[in-house]
């Protein structure tokens, strides 16, 4: 029982943060908005937990993003840089780089998080961004 509470608790506190910004990707005519939350950590941010398809967005999402070396280390750089629109608070990052699976934007200097790539059948992409210059972290 005490368990149980403490689940209760946890999953209480995730959904009660404070939304810290939004990341929107389309695919056709669907689109999913996924949350950005604080990340337990002045450094870190996570995106709110989900289901269905933003859920599976957004595991794609958290296991594709992070430091550039890490995530596409032989990625090329794209000649076409990112949309204005794709916002980030401090230190905006423009450089896109392609790998052969996505490709990615570089939001902040060294990390990266994808904006066009297929899960199945559906391409999704980056179609809007509101995000603090932090790295984002997968909150259990």
Not at 28 to 52: K, S, T, W
Not at 53 to 78: Q, W, Y
Not at 89 to 111: E, F
Request: glycine content about 6%.
């Amino acid at each position: 029982m005490k368990r149980l509470l403490i689940t209760a608790l946890a999953c209480l506190s995730l959904f009660s943060q404070a939304p810290r910004g939004i990341l929107s990707y389309r695919s056709g005519a669907q689109r999913v908005e996924l949350q950005v939350i604080d990340g337990n950590h002045p450094a870190f941010i996570a995106l709110r937990p989900e289901q269905g398809e933003p859920a599976v967005l957004r595991s794609f999402f958290l296991t594709h993003t992070g430091p550039e070396k890490m995530i596409a280390p032989n990625a090329n750089t794209l000649k076409e840089t990112a949309p204005a629109d794709w916002k980030v608070r401090k230190h905006r990052g423009s450089k896109l780089i392609q790998t052969d699976d996505a490709t990615y934007w570089c939001y902040t200097p060294g990390l990266v998080l994808p904006s066009t790539f297929r899960i199945g059948p559906a391409t999704w992409k980056l179609h809007g961004a509101d995000l603090p210059p932090l790295m984002f972290v997968e909150l259990q």
